[in-house]
Every structure is written in structure tokens, then in C-alpha cells.
């Protein structure tokens, strides 16, 4: 099995800055990607960025140029650098991976238990 564990939200006012972090644990072989996802209450979860092994990442248009993405694959772990924040990306943070936990395993999706951020004054 696979852990992921976020850490990093909470309280900002807008124009603020965050940092979320995210660390995979357990078995795991290879990890193919590794995302940023949020969620509000009564909407599907949505992604938010991605980036690849080869380090190739894409973002949601309402984040381009505030947030960035990034990866250590050798650690396991992802981060969400969110600068310029607005009330309207208040959300639960889930990141996700898609990892392998063994040579020749099908790649399978984990997710984490999710961070709240908060953009208010």
C-alpha cells in the first residue's frame, strides 16, 4: 500500500502565499506522475496541476502564473508553491500519485487525506 501524507495548509489572506507539501510512503516501485488536486463542498474534485517524471507539468487556466508545481522523485514528494492567492481557491488540497508497487504491477491511483486552505481576510 501506498501513504500520502499533506501537510502545509491553513489561513491567508488574499495576495498571501502558501506552501503544501506532500510525501508518499510504503511500496512503492515507480511513480508515473504526481498532481495537486482541490475540492469545495458540493463540487467534483478538480485538478489543479501535475507534473511528470520527465518534469513536464500543466496547470488549471485559473492558476497559471500564481502557482507552481514541483517534484522530488527521489524523495517521493510533491509540492504546491501558491503565491497571489485568491478567496476563490478556499479548498480542500488532495495530492495524488500514480504509482507502481512492483515491476510488472498495473500503475494505481493514491490519494492523500487532503489539507484545508482558507483565503480570507
Known amino acids: 500500500q501506498v501513504q500520502l501524507v499533506e501537510s502545509g495548509g491553513g489561513l491567508v489572506q488574499p495576495g498571501g502565499s502558501l506552501r503544501l507539501s506532500c510525501v508518499a510512503s510504503?511500496?512503492?516501485?515507480?511513480?508515473?506522475?504526481m498532481d495537486w488536486f482541490r475540492q469545495t463542498p458540493g463540487n467534483e474534485r478538480e485538478l489543479v496541476a501535475t507534473i511528470t517524471k520527465d518534469g513536464y507539468t500543466l496547470y488549471t487556466e485559473s492558476v497559471k502564473g500564481r502557482f507552481t508545481i514541483s517534484g522530488d522523485y527521489a524523495l517521493n514528494a510533491v509540492y504546491l508553491q501558491m503565491n497571489s492567492l485568491k478567496p476563490e481557491d478556499t479548498a480542500v488540497y488532495y495530492c495524488?500519485?500514480?504509482?507502481?508497487?512492483?515491476?510488472?504491477?498495473?500503475?494505481?491511483?493514491?490519494w492523500g487525506q487532503g489539507t484545508q486552505v482558507t483565503v480570507s481576510s
Open positions: 495524488g500519485v500514480r504509482a507502481q508497487s512492483q515491476s510488472g504491477d498495473l500503475y494505481e491511483n493514491y
Open positions: 510504503g511500496k512503492i516501485f515507480s511513480i508515473s506522475n
